[in-house]
Every structure is written in structure tokens, then in C-alpha cells.
């Protein structure tokens, strides 16, 4: 009998063709007399103000680098020019306070009176800009004097983008707009403006563009140019310029900073210059010291790996291909000394920076590596007392880390987009480590600037549909229609930042796109419970051609529990008839899903992620899941010889499940091996320090190919360290952890466990030590939250609680300190 999958006409579901957005600009903020402006005049020479771009991107070979004879064919394009505007101004009274607030695309940095204001760096975020722009407030109270000068910078960024993939990309010349409100201690106010009054001179930056680098000529420094005293009569008024969207809202996303010095580790001599070692593959830019000749142009190029002679950079896994040149750094030297100097517009993913131009042999501590990112928070932490599983742990925190840039980006380097499925297979990860409430907030509100932009996916029998997102959430390089897997992340990041941080208001503002994407799911891309499309279970050891997981299943699996977070969201939204609504579909795709895909005799979804994704979606009937655990481990063991074979959705969950149904033998066995392919293959045979986009067998090879080193996608599984070793996890009936489970796993091998966890309640621990075979579990429940204890592995006669014994093995606990003990 065929299974129809009940479908209902809602009223949400025929919302208009393009999403409305609400004016967010603050009220008490008075822009009808500030300006757009900018300043278009080019006059950089053409040497420094172009640069070589390959003219075509022809498909990528992961096994070889070496550019084909069209990509070495390059065509010179130029940036539009960085500007400097400035504007003097007279105060007679007074100050009680004042508030700088400014939009500046794509990047801008605020000086005053000769100094930058604050220490945000790649500002603001970047977002959809037809849709709307961000603008920052400044408090500058104690910066303003009887006689002032404004001065603004301006670079592409984001905004002015025409240099990689296509010069489509582009949404114009640098432009800003400010308001500076000004309250006197006397009660009068006064307003300086954006406006035709400025001035505007070229900046010594004569080539910035965020993926290819920045050219700074310091002999082209002008001194004092934000001072009052400056002289500016021989500079050009600004020019007015077309506002890019009439929708200004304040950047609630936490800045970008600089906050973490990199000291290199190493300097070795190159085949042309020198070549600086990291120590790490990190996401930022490289500041030197140097003193050197006017006009000696200092090159820096950045790479992620060497070439086999240690003597060159392998730029290939940058994206040199598909962007279209290495990521290049070109500062030229006016010649008076010791300068230090440091990029402004621009960011790179490397390790290793092989700089040339240097006229004496350099040092050590000529050079910083300085991480840069989105500067939230840090709220989790886990150590045990194994260096290795230590070393995972790590690696997935500095690919995080690398990839918070004012959205979760793929990777630092090669595409630095917002993709869809990777946010979803990394939210949990993320948000048990970092504070991303207002980036999930931002991730969401981002993806509506991109619903019903994109033509229908070529590999998909599904049409295009006005209610449906990009498989990129933000910006014109949507790379089509969100495919079904891809698109699931439209529900399942506001569902997890709800879970993680109590936030319903994500789940408010998204319920209309959100419920626009599952009728577009109902209506034209299920069939009787069934999805049959996707990208699937990405990047595999070995690359996707070694997926041996059908798109379907996994597509399936995703929808089915975006109909179950819908369900329950719509339950938070007193929306009760459209929950049982959701909660009907669920139940007959969990039907059909299993009428397909589950071989009821060898208690198998056919593989590896087939199981383990199942299982960890709750598609599997109660009276199977151990079984198919069971076989899970089989196929694991057996089967597989005792390797994973999971792509990215069934890697996030494999270790949880395992160590749930009682095989973290397997679990210690996958986290101890290190060879091909395993995790320890990554980072202590090949000394990797971020996950790579797959892990190949590079062994057989005398270079890594092109794909991404960089990619947080892969650190999903770190999950497990807070979920499973520490035990602790969310309760989705009690957001934010007011109530949650703790359920560890103790895993055999390791001598003791220690994970934190901030949650909106406060911190919560977990620390247990294993002596002789006795657990001795120490845990801490802030004041307001409420855990519920799960111990299915033991029996409540080894348990005690504070030195007494417990009537059974699942007990609550309010807040405190508490010590239990297992034998």
C-alpha cells in the first residue's frame, strides 16, 4: 500500500513571493540630514592597483595542484580604490555626552582627532546588502575637544567584492554614512552630518580585497589627516553616492577583534625570501616589523601547506583556483626607520607566510600572528587525560574559532560563505563551546535576505519556489536553491539556539520562513514521505566519491526532524493545531522512512550513517535501536575493518550513539588508531591543527590536494565531549538549561574528565576520575536549573550520592555541588 503523506492547506503558507523585512533602525537615531558619500577618483598607479585573476575556474582535481594552461592564463583586475574622508568641526560648549554612529561598507575604520576610535577591526559584519546594512555606535565623549576632525577609511570588504569568483559579486564603491549626536551640559544637542561639506583624498591602501590581500604604500601615508590642524584645502569634496538599502539596523552581532597573538615558531629559508611558520593554521594576517629602504615592497603570501622541498608555499588548497590568485599581503616601506605595519581590509586562512623583499636575514619577533573573529564569548571547556582525544578537542576549537567571521563561514580562505548544511552539522559544537546566540540570530535573519534569490538546483528534480533559502545564507553567491539537506538549517539553527541559550525570540522571527520552507518541503519535494534529493553525507574519508549513503536517507532524516522541531516550535508559539499538524507528518515520515530504508532482518539502514543518523534522528523504532546500534558496531569492526566511513551528518553523532548503546569500546578504539582514515591520522601522523574539508590517504601522495584545511563543518562530533564524556546535555522542554540531563560516559583508558559548560542559568561542571575501577563523579547545577541524572549502564545499588545510597539509577538534582560515586 502506498503511503500519502497528509498534507493540509495553511494559511502561513501562502505568504507573499519575497520576505518583508522589519525597519530595525533605531528611533531615537535622526539620519535625514546624514549622506551617503565616497570618493571615486582613481589615481593609483596601475602596478600596485591591480592584479593577475585566472580567467577561467575549471572543475577541481583534489588529487593535483598544478593549474591547467587556462588557469595560468590570468587577466589584471583592479579594486575600487580605498578613500579617506574627513570633516573639522568647532564645539563652544560644554560636552554631557556623545555618540558617533556610522554604516561603512564594506569596512571602515572611525578616527577622531588623529587616533582610531575603539578596537573593532573588519567592520560591520557583512550581510545582504540590497537588503540591509549594519550600522555601529561609538561612544566618543571623552575623545571630543573644543576643535575636532572626523576621519573615516574605507575599504571593499564584502561590499566591494570583485575580485574572486566574479566581478558580479560586487555591490559597488566604498560608501558610508554617519551621525555624530552631540548633548551639551546645558541641554542643547547638536548633529554632525555625512554630507556634501566633508572632504576626500585617496588612501595610502592601493589594493585591498578580502580574499586576494592588501597593498599598503607607506610613503603615501598622510600625516596628521584626522587632526583639526590638518590642512585640507587641497583635497576634493566627497562625492554623494546611491544609498545601498533604505533597511539600516545596528549591528547587534559582537564585533570582530584581533584576540589572540600568534607567535611564530619557526623561520626557514626559501627558494625566493624566507618563509615564517605559525605553528598553527589559523584566520587573520600577519603584522611585521621591518626597516628597510623607501620604496622596498615587502611581498607576503600565505598558504596552509608547503611544497615537498619545505623551500616553497603550496597555495592550492587556498583556493587559487577558484578564487583566482594566492592570498597576498604587499607592504611598501617609506624608508625612516623601524615600521610596523599590519593589514586593515583584509583577512587570510594560512600557517605558513612566505614573505620576500626582506634585505637582511629576519627574526622571530619581527613577526605576530594575530586570530581574528567575531569576539564572543568562549563558555565550554574539556580536558582529559589523554593528550590525544585532548588534541581533537583542540583542533575542533581553533576550526571554530577560524571560522567565526561575522557568520560561521565554510573556511577561511578559499569561499568564506555561509553554507547552509555546515552551520547545521556544527550548531551543537559551536554552542556548547561558544556564546553564538546573537550569531545564530544573525545566521537566521541573514538566510531571509536570501529566500526565493536563487534558481532551482540542476541536480535536484525540484522546481524553484519563492519560499525556499540559497544554500548559502547570505550575500550574491547563493549557489542556487538550498537543496533539501542543505535547507533544513532554516529550522534546525533557530531550534538549537532556542535549546541552547532559551532564545525564543529566533524561533518568533523565523516561524514565517521557516514554516514558508516546510510547505515548499510538503507540497513539491516529498513523495509519500520521502525525499529524493540532496547533496548527502559530505566528504567521506576519501572524498564523496566513497559516500555509500543515499541522499535520500539523509535528506529524509533531516526533514523528519524538522517537522518534529516544528512541532514542538509551534507548541512555544501556542500554535497548537499546527503542531498536530507537524506532528502527523512526522509520524508518517518516520513510516515511510523506515518502510524503505530499514532491513528489518539484519536490523540495518545499509550503512554506517544510515545507522547512526537514524538513530540519532529517533527514526528508529524503540524495540530496534539497540539492535541497530549493535549492527552499527558490526559494520564498523567487521565490515570495515574497524574504520569510520561516515560523512559529515553521520560523524557528528557516531561517538554518542556508540558510547550510548554501550560500544565506547569502539569509541576508544576510533579516537586511538592513527592511520587511514582516522582522526588520529589527521592530527598526529600528519600534525594537522584544523580539520580539513576530508580526510584523504595522503600518505600516497607527495602534496595535499586542493580541498580546504580549514573547515568547521568536522568539528561537529566535538559534541560528544561536553554530551557523552562530560554527559551534559539540554533539555528541550527546559531551554537553556533551566533543566538538562547529565549522562556521561566513562570512558575506559581515560584516568579522569573534567568539562564546563556556561549555560544562561550559569556554569555547570562535570569532573570524574576513575580510581581502580571506582568513579568518583563531581558535578556542579547553578542556582535556578535542575539536572536530571541518567546512569542506564549501572545499577542503582553501585551508585551513591554524597555517600549515600540511591533508590534508582535516573534521579533529579537541583542546585549545588554534588559528588557520586560508581563501582
Given at each position: 500500500?502506498?503511503?500519502?503523506?497528509?498534507?493540509?492547506?495553511?494559511?502561513?503558507?501562502?505568504?507573499?513571493?519575497?520576505?518583508?523585512?522589519?525597519?530595525?533602525?533605531?528611533?531615537?537615531?535622526?539620519?535625514?540630514?546624514?549622506?551617503?558619500?565616497?570618493?571615486?577618483?582613481?589615481?593609483?598607479p596601475e602596478k600596485w592597483s591591480a592584479r593577475g585573476v585566472m580567467r577561467n575556474q575549471p572543475p577541481m582535481n583534489i588529487n593535483t595542484w598544478?593549474?591547467?594552461?587556462?588557469?595560468?592564463?590570468?587577466?589584471?583586475?583592479?579594486?575600487?580604490?580605498?578613500?579617506?574622508?574627513?570633516?573639522?568641526?568647532?564645539?563652544?560648549?560644554?560636552?554631557?555626552?556623545?555618540?558617533?554612529?556610522?554604516?561603512?561598507?564594506?569596512?571602515?575604520?572611525?578616527?577622531?582627532?588623529?587616533?582610531?576610535?575603539?578596537?573593532?577591526?573588519?567592520?560591520?559584519?557583512?550581510?545582504?546588502?540590497?537588503?540591509?546594512?549594519?550600522?555601529?555606535?561609538?561612544?566618543?565623549?571623552?575623545?571630543?575637544?573644543?576643535?575636532?576632525?572626523?576621519?573615516?577609511?574605507?575599504?571593499?570588504?564584502?561590499?566591494?567584492?570583485?575580485?574572486?569568483?566574479?566581478?558580479?559579486?560586487?555591490?559597488?564603491?566604498?560608501?558610508?554614512?554617519?551621525?555624530?549626536?552631540?548633548?551639551?551640559?546645558?541641554?542643547?544637542?547638536?548633529?554632525?552630518?555625512?554630507?556634501?561639506?566633508?572632504?576626500?583624498?585617496?588612501?595610502?591602501?592601493?589594493?585591498?580585497?578580502?580574499?586576494?590581500?592588501?597593498?599598503?604604500?607607506?610613503?603615501?601615508?598622510?600625516?596628521?589627516?584626522?587632526?583639526?590642524?590638518?590642512?585640507?584645502?587641497?583635497?576634493?569634496?566627497?562625492?554623494?553616492?546611491?544609498?545601498?538599502?533604505?533597511?539600516?539596523?545596528?549591528?547587534?552581532?559582537?564585533?570582530?577583534?584581533?584576540?589572540?597573538?600568534?607567535?611564530?615558531?619557526?623561520?626557514?629559508?626559501?627558494?625566493?625570501?624566507?618563509?615564517?611558520?605559525?605553528?598553527?593554521?589559523?584566520?587573520?594576517?600577519?603584522?611585521?616589523?621591518?626597516?628597510?629602504?623607501?620604496?622596498?615592497?615587502?611581498?607576503?603570501?600565505?598558504?596552509?601547506?608547503?611544497?615537498?622541498?619545505?623551500?616553497?608555499?603550496?597555495?592550492?588548497?587556498?583556493?587559487?583556483?577558484?578564487?583566482?590568485?594566492?592570498?597576498?599581503?604587499?607592504?611598501?616601506?617609506?624608508?625612516?626607520?623601524?615600521?610596523?605595519?599590519?593589514?586593515?581590509?583584509?583577512?587570510?586562512?594560512?600557517?605558513?607566510?612566505?614573505?620576500?623583499?626582506?634585505?637582511?636575514?629576519?627574526?622571530?619577533?619581527?613577526?605576530?600572528?594575530?586570530?581574528?573573529?567575531?569576539?564572543?564569548?568562549?563558555?565550554?571547556?574539556?580536558?582529559?587525560?589523554?593528550?590525544?582525544?585532548?588534541?581533537?578537542?583542540?583542533?575542533?576549537?581553533?576550526?571554530?574559532?577560524?571560522?567565526?567571521?561575522?557568520?560561521?563561514?565554510?573556511?577561511?580562505?578559499?569561499?568564506?560563505?555561509?553554507?547552509?548544511?555546515?552551520?547545521?552539522?556544527?550548531?551543537?559544537?559551536?554552542?556548547?563551546?561558544?556564546?553564538?546566540?546573537?550569531?545564530?540570530?544573525?545566521?537566521?535573519?541573514?538566510?531571509?535576505?536570501?529566500?526565493?534569490?536563487?534558481?532551482?538546483?540542476?541536480?535536484?528534480?525540484?522546481?524553484?519556489?519563492?519560499?525556499?533559502?540559497?544554500?548559502?545564507?547570505?550575500?550574491?553567491?547563493?549557489?542556487?536553491?538550498?537543496?533539501?539537506?542543505?535547507?533544513?538549517?532554516?529550522?534546525?539553527?533557530?531550534?538549537?539556539?532556542?535549546?541552547?541559550?532559551?532564545?525564543?525570540?529566533?524561533?518568533?522571527?523565523?516561524?514565517?520562513?521557516?514554516?514558508?520552507?516546510?510547505?515548499?518541503?510538503?507540497?513539491?519535494?516529498?513523495?509519500?514521505?520521502?525525499?529524493?534529493?540532496?547533496?548527502?553525507?559530505?566528504?567521506?574519508?576519501?572524498?564523496?566519491?566513497?559516500?555509500?549513503?543515499?541522499?535520500?536517507?539523509?535528506?529524509?532524516?533531516?526533514?523528519?526532524?524538522?517537522?518534529?522541531?516544528?512541532?514542538?516550535?509551534?507548541?512555544?508559539?501556542?500554535?497548537?493545531?499546527?503542531?498536530?499538524?507537524?506532528?502527523?507528518?512526522?509520524?508518517?515520515?518516520?513510516?515511510?522512512?523506515?518502510?524503505?530504508?530499514?532491513?528489518?532482518?539484519?536490523?540495518?539502514?545499509?550503512?554506517?550513517?544510515?545507522?547512526?543518523?537514524?538513530?540519532?534522528?529517533?527514526?528508529?523504532?524503540?524495540?530496534?535501536?539497540?539492535?541497530?546500534?549493535?549492527?552499527?558496531?558490526?559494520?564498523?569492526?567487521?565490515?570495515?575493518?574497524?574504520?569510520?566511513?561516515?560523512?559529515?551528518?553521520?560523524?557528528?553523532?557516531?561517538?554518542?550513539?556508540?558510547?550510548?548503546?554501550?560500544?565506547?569500546?569502539?569509541?576508544?578504539?576510533l579516537w586511538k588508531i592513527t592511520d587511514f582514515p582516522s582522526l588520529g591520522f589527521v592530527t598526529q601522523t600528519h600534525g594537522l591543527t584544523t580539520?580539513?574539508?576530508?580526510?584523504?590517504?595522503?600518505?600516497?601522495?607527495?602534496?595535499?590536494?586542493?580541498?580546504?584545511?580549514?573547515?568547521?563543518?568536522?568539528?561537529?562530533?566535538?559534541?560528544?565531549?561536553?554530551?557523552?564524556?562530560?554527559?551534559?546535555?539540554?533539555?528541550?522542554?527546559?531551554?537553556?538549561?533551566?533543566?538538562?540531563?547529565?549522562?556521561?560516559?566513562?570512558?575506559?583508558?581515560?584516568?579522569?574528565?573534567?568539562?564546563?559548560?556556561?549555560?544562561?542559568?550559569?556554569?555547570?561542571?562535570?569532573?570524574?576520575?576513575?580510581?581502580?575501577?571506582?568513579?568518583?563523579?563531581?558535578?556542579?547545577?547553578?542556582?535556578?536549573?535542575?539536572?536530571?541524572?541518567?546512569?542506564?549502564?549501572?545499577?542503582?545499588?553501585?551508585?551513591?550520592?554524597?555517600?549515600?545510597?540511591?533508590?534508582?539509577?535516573?534521579?533529579?538534582?537541583?542546585?549545588?555541588?554534588?559528588?557520586?560515586k560508581i563501582k
Amino acid at each position: 500500500m502506498k503511503l500519502k503523506l497528509l498534507l493540509i492547506a495553511l494559511p502561513f503558507l501562502v505568504l507573499q513571493t519575497e520576505m518583508v523585512f522589519s525597519q530595525s533602525t533605531d528611533e531615537n537615531i535622526n539620519w535625514d540630514k546624514a549622506k551617503w558619500i565616497g570618493y571615486t577618483k582613481d589615481s593609483r598607479p596601475e602596478k600596485w592597483s591591480a592584479r593577475g585573476v585566472m580567467r577561467n575556474q575549471p572543475p577541481m582535481n583534489i588529487n593535483t595542484w598544478e593549474p591547467t594552461e587556462a588557469e595560468l592564463k590570468m587577466t589584471p583586475r583592479k579594486t575600487h580604490p580605498s578613500v579617506l574622508l574627513r570633516k573639522a568641526f568647532t564645539l563652544e560648549k560644554d560636552i554631557a555626552s556623545a555618540e558617533v554612529v556610522i554604516c561603512g561598507l564594506g569596512l571602515y575604520e572611525l578616527h577622531l582627532n588623529g587616533k582610531k576610535v575603539g578596537d573593532r577591526v573588519l567592520d560591520p559584519a557583512q550581510t545582504s546588502y540590497e537588503k540591509q546594512a549594519f550600522f555601529v555606535r561609538h561612544n566618543v565623549t571623552s575623545l571630543l575637544k573644543k576643535n575636532n576632525s572626523l576621519g573615516v577609511m574605507l575599504g571593499n570588504g564584502f561590499y566591494g567584492q570583485n575580485m574572486a569568483f566574479s566581478p558580479g559579486l560586487s555591490y559597488g564603491k566604498p560608501r558610508a554614512i554617519m551621525v555624530l549626536d552631540i548633548a551639551f551640559q546645558d541641554g542643547t544637542t547638536k548633529q554632525v552630518v555625512t554630507d556634501e561639506s566633508w572632504k576626500a583624498h585617496s588612501s595610502p591602501i592601493l589594493f585591498d580585497n578580502v580574499y586576494h590581500g592588501e597593498t599598503y604604500d607607506a610613503r603615501k601615508e598622510i600625516k596628521n589627516w584626522s587632526n583639526y590642524s590638518y590642512n585640507d584645502t587641497s583635497w576634493d569634496a566627497v562625492e554623494l553616492m546611491k544609498a545601498p538599502t533604505t533597511n539600516l539596523i545596528e549591528q547587534e552581532l559582537e564585533p570582530m577583534r584581533k584576540v589572540r597573538k600568534v607567535n611564530p615558531t619557526a623561520i626557514l629559508q626559501a627558494e625566493k625570501g624566507w618563509i615564517i611558520d605559525l605553528g598553527q593554521n589559523m584566520t587573520g594576517w600577519l603584522q611585521i616589523n621591518v626597516e628597510e629602504k623607501e620604496g622596498t615592497a615587502i611581498k607576503m603570501r600565505f598558504s596552509e601547506h608547503l611544497m615537498p622541498d619545505k623551500r616553497n608555499i603550496d597555495p592550492a588548497s587556498t583556493g587559487i583556483h577558484v578564487v583566482g590568485n594566492t592570498q597576498t599581503d604587499i607592504y611598501i616601506c617609506k624608508g625612516d626607520g623601524e615600521e610596523t605595519w599590519e593589514p586593515r581590509f583584509t583577512y587570510h586562512g594560512f600557517r605558513y607566510v612566505q614573505i620576500e623583499g626582506l634585505t637582511k636575514n629576519p627574526s622571530l619577533n619581527q613577526f605576530a600572528g594575530w586570530l581574528v573573529r567575531t569576539d564572543v564569548e568562549r563558555i565550554g571547556s574539556f580536558e582529559c587525560s589523554n593528550e590525544q582525544i585532548n588534541k581533537f578537542y583542540e583542533v575542533s576549537m581553533w576550526t571554530i574559532e577560524d571560522n567565526l567571521q561575522g557568520l560561521l563561514s565554510d573556511c577561511p580562505h578559499r569561499e568564506r560563505c555561509a553554507w547552509m548544511g555546515d552551520a547545521y552539522v556544527v550548531a551543537e559544537a559551536a554552542s556548547y563551546n561558544f556564546d553564538l546566540k546573537r550569531l545564530w540570530q544573525k545566521t537566521s535573519n541573514d538566510t531571509k535576505t536570501v529566500v526565493g534569490k536563487s534558481k532551482a538546483h540542476f541536480k535536484d528534480p525540484f522546481p524553484y519556489d519563492s519560499r525556499a533559502p540559497a544554500n548559502i545564507s547570505v550575500g550574491k553567491r547563493m549557489c542556487l536553491q538550498a537543496r533539501p539537506d542543505w535547507g533544513a538549517a532554516t529550522v534546525m539553527i533557530p531550534w538549537f539556539s532556542y535549546v541552547y541559550y532559551g532564545d525564543k525570540k529566533i524561533v518568533e522571527d523565523a516561524w514565517n520562513m521557516m514554516e514558508g520552507w516546510m510547505g515548499y518541503l510538503d507540497e513539491k519535494v516529498q513523495e509519500e514521505g520521502i525525499i529524493n534529493g540532496g547533496f548527502g553525507d559530505w566528504c567521506p574519508p576519501g572524498g564523496n566519491p566513497n559516500m555509500d549513503t543515499a541522499p535520500a536517507l539523509t535528506s529524509t532524516a533531516l526533514y523528519y526532524q524538522t517537522l518534529v522541531a516544528m512541532k514542538k516550535i509551534a507548541v512555544i508559539l501556542d500554535k497548537e493545531s499546527l503542531a498536530k499538524t507537524y506532528d502527523q507528518k512526522a509520524i508518517l515520515v518516520k513510516n515511510a522512512f523506515n518502510a524503505k530504508f530499514l532491513n528489518k532482518e539484519t536490523n540495518s539502514y545499509g550503512s554506517q550513517t544510515g545507522n547512526v543518523f537514524a538513530l540519532y534522528s529517533g527514526l528508529v523504532p524503540k524495540k530496534k535501536s539497540q539492535l541497530v546500534a549493535d549492527n552499527l558496531a558490526q559494520l564498523i569492526m567487521e565490515k570495515n575493518k574497524g574504520y569510520y566511513t561516515t560523512g559529515i551528518f553521520g560523524h557528528r553523532p557516531l561517538y554518542t550513539v556508540l558510547n550510548d548503546f554501550g560500544h565506547s569500546n569502539i569509541t576508544k578504539h576510533l579516537w586511538k588508531i592513527t592511520d587511514f582514515p582516522s582522526l588520529g591520522f589527521v592530527t598526529q601522523t600528519h600534525g594537522l591543527t584544523t580539520w580539513p574539508e576530508h580526510i584523504a590517504n595522503w600518505n600516497k601522495q607527495e602534496r595535499y590536494h586542493r580541498n580546504s584545511f580549514n573547515h568547521p563543518m568536522n568539528s561537529g562530533f566535538a559534541a560528544s565531549f561536553h554530551e557523552s564524556l562530560g554527559g551534559i546535555r539540554p533539555n528541550e522542554n527546559h531551554p537553556g538549561f533551566q533543566k538538562f540531563y547529565l549522562k556521561p560516559t566513562f570512558l575506559e583508558g581515560l584516568e579522569w574528565c573534567e568539562v564546563s559548560h556556561k549555560s544562561p542559568q550559569g556554569e555547570i561542571k562535570s569532573y570524574w576520575k576513575n580510581d581502580k575501577g571506582t568513579i568518583a563523579w563531581s558535578i556542579t547545577i547553578p542556582e535556578n536549573a535542575t539536572a536530571l541524572v541518567q546512569l542506564p549502564m549501572y545499577t542503582s545499588k553501585q551508585i551513591k550520592l554524597n555517600k549515600k545510597r540511591v533508590k534508582e539509577n535516573s534521579f533529579e538534582l537541583t542546585s549545588g555541588e554534588y559528588v557520586i560515586k560508581i563501582k
